[in-house]
């Protein structure tokens, strides 16, 4: 096994548009896929990876402003073989959310302690998904997850319950015909309200918008309506999407002609979606991102074209 070690050395990376951003971490993994990152209190960070042997980890550090934001990479463990993409990964119940697809086609879920580092629920999906799953913590405890699968159109939308032990309960299990992204998507919940990010064929990128609501008397949970948004720009990797504390949507692209990794800002309380900001900077290549919030900045995880791990801050 080969550590993961940080080799770190923060520098100022400016983009051709309006902003710039802070490479604080910089790893010496090998690989061509996407990794997933997620932060919680205290500035603890996760990175979840797909080594050049296709094992996958879950992998912990801290976020040490003292040292001027720089990502320090502390144990990591193995968690499967054989992963043909990304994972993904966000915060549950004080736990550690990791959503992943092997290559039998099954879909993972599973919750860690975060300090130390040990499962505590795994559940498996026998879907044939294909393609990389998206997971995101939903409301009152339960999970929401994504997926495509190449034999099948169309998207998949799962709200999971987490149940005792190694069990779950699916409360809703819709696929979207009307939709077909190219490959992965990427899932974001706040107040009722699921975005999907994704890109069709032609590498246009959508933004799906699901409204949910509760029935009052027997608590059962529907999907009330959705809409989608062809955006107006286009990328070459699966888009990834996140929101802030500040109520907005985050989400990031990769710009192949100009090689540029784009953040931009939304607004999507209402019907009309409002671009609030727009952010860059220069890649180096890119065969992969994810994003994720902290603190009143978000933060990239993204392969560059040497295939090397990065993390940067949006200033």
């Known amino acids: 096994m080969r550590r993961l070690i940080a ?155 987490p149940k005792v032990g190694d069990d779950f309960e699916n409360l809703i299990d819709n696929r979207y015909n009307e939709f077909e992204p190219k490959e992965g998507s990427s899932v974001a919940y706040m107040d009722d309200v699921a975005i999907v990010a994704w890109r069709d064929d032609k590498n246009v990128v959508h933004i799906t918008r699901w409204r949910f609501q509760q029935n009052e008397i027997t608590k059962a949970l529907s999907v009330i309506g959705y809409k989608d948004n062809e955006m107006d720009f286009k990328t070459e990797v699966d888009p990834a999407v996140v929101f802030g504390d500040d109520g907005k949507l985050y989400i990031t692209w990769y710009n192949k002609g100009m090689d540029l990794i784009e953040c931009a800002s939304y607004d999507v309380s209402s019907q009309v979606i409002n671009k609030l900001d727009h952010k860059n900077f220069e890649a180096g290549g890119c065969k992969g991102l994810d994003i994720t919030y902290f603190e009143g900045n978000p933060y990239i995880a993204y392969t560059d074209g040497e295939g090397i791990i990065k993390v940067a801050k949006i200033m």
């Open 7 to 161: 080799l770190l050395t923060v520098v100022v990376v400016l983009g051709v548009g309006l902003s710039s951003a802070e490479i604080i971490y910089t790893s010496d993994i090998k690989t061509d896929k996407t990794p997933a990152i997620t932060m919680c209190c205290e500035g603890k960070v996760f990175l979840s990876y797909t080594d050049d042997s296709d094992t996958i980890y879950l992998a912990r550090g801290i976020l040490r402003t003292t040292e001027g934001q720089v990502v320090k990479i502390g144990n990591k463990v193995a968690i499967g073989n054989e992963t043909p993409d990304h994972p993904d990964l966000g915060f549950f119940n004080g736990q550690i959310l990791m959503g992943w697809n092997e290559d039998d086609g099954n879909v993972y879920l599973a919750l860690f302690k975060p300090e130390e580092m040990t499962r505590t629920a795994k559940f498996e999906y026998r879907p044939n998904a294909n393609n990389p799953i998206s997971v995101t913590p939903f409301y009152e405890g339960l999970i929401l997850n994504t997926w495509t699968s190449k034999d099948k159109p169309g998207l998949t939308l799962i709200v999971t319950k």
